[in-house]
Nanobody
Framework: QVQLVESGGGLVQPGGSLRLSCAAS????????MGWYRQAPGKQRELVAS???????RYADFVEGRFTISRDNAKNAMYLQMNSLKPEDTTVYYC????????WGQGTQVTISS
């Protein structure tokens, strides 16, 4: 069983930055593929970025080089540094961990508005 807790969401102006964090429980965190998804009301959950257990990263096309995903296995933590934020980035962001089973956090709200 893995428990995931996101933090770092909030309200920022367009062009601003946020750093999302995901704290994970479990002794084998390093074996899990991790990722960030987001879901707007009435839309499907979509991948933002993922990072494999070996550190290989993948990003959605809409990221356009603005976000960086990273993980710290010693701290059982994953991060998403988001820069140059746009109003269309406004939504709930979810942390996920996957091995045989996929786990989800409760989500953190990100709002981009002036």
């Amino acid at each position: 069983q893995v428990q995931l807790v996101e933090s770092g969401g909030g309200l920022v102006q367009p062009g601003g930055s946020l750093r999302l964090s995901c704290a994970a429980s479990g002794r084998i965190f390093s074996r899990y593929a991790m990722g960030w998804y987001r879901q707007a009301p009435g839309k499907q959950r979509e991948l933002v970025a993922s990072i494999a257990s070996g550190g290989v990263t993948r990003y959605a096309d809409f990221v356009e080089g603005r976000f960086t995903i990273s993980r710290d296995n010693a701290k059982n933590a994953m991060y998403l540094q988001m820069n140059s934020l746009k109003p269309e980035d406004t939504t709930v962001y979810y942390c996920t961990a996957c091995s045989i089973t996929r786990y989800w956090g409760q989500g953190t709200q990100v709002t981009i508005s002036s």
